[in-house]
């Protein structure tokens, strides 16, 4: 038993302090305390008791109410839940029970079917010993292997544990596809991204080719004019005529400009389309 008393010889006053400062956890009231540490030495100075005000004891009652409550209404929900769990569980048993109950007389039937006879009219009316041996006679292992699928199915409904397992699991699988999604959505939006940027290219080589051959088509009606111009210096009917302006030349280099632009759209064209379906593949491309 530990004595409560300060250590001080005649004082009867609560030891509310202790200090470990001679191993030997000496015990001090309030007043030898002070006078403990006047002393020399490495004192360690520990409180004895833990202390509530007249306030933080009314706080902590009162939550202490709120918790007591609070036991009460998991204990009615709890006793309502593990109701229901057990009248379904029950509900289910006797369901698998009378399905199981079925089966059996079925095979019972089937067996005294088979004590009495050795075939069945093909085309005869139909019942449910004739289709079961319709369907199992010439593979009864058939009808066990159901029988084994069936046995896991009704386990398994009574089985909260595996219930839970399997929910996790699907929880997870939600969680792998959800992954997946986001990858290959970022995935695509990356190929978006590069896509608009072909298309923003290829608009571009359009729009130079184009400007090219428009001002291709220009110099072409500019020399056709400038050839016009000269048939008309060639007027014998005028005079003065510029020999630089021959018409023959004029002519000949206006057909070389068109043939070369010609040839140019040609392999532009040849360009973008094989830039073009090279976007294509790249789009088609998983
Ligand atoms: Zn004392
Ligand atoms: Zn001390």
Redesign the pocket.
Known sequence: MMNYACSFSECKNWCNYT????NTG?GFCEDHLSL??S?E?K???KKNFFSLTIDEKEVFAAQLEVSLKKLDSIREKMSKKSKEIIEKTIEKTKESLDCIRKKQSLIFKVLEFLRQNDRIRTKSRQTKVKNFIFNYAKNPNDYYDKLLVEESEIIETLDLEKKKENLGKKEEDLNIRTFDFNKKFKKSNKKLKRIKASVKYLNEQYELIKKSILSEISMTVYNLEKLNLSYEFTNPLKKNINSSDNPGIIYSEIVDNLKKLTDQIILKSFNLGEDFSKLQKYIDDD
Request: charged share 35%; glycine share 8%.
């Open positions: 200090c470990e400062c001679d000496k403990h540490i002393t030495g004192h360690d100075i």
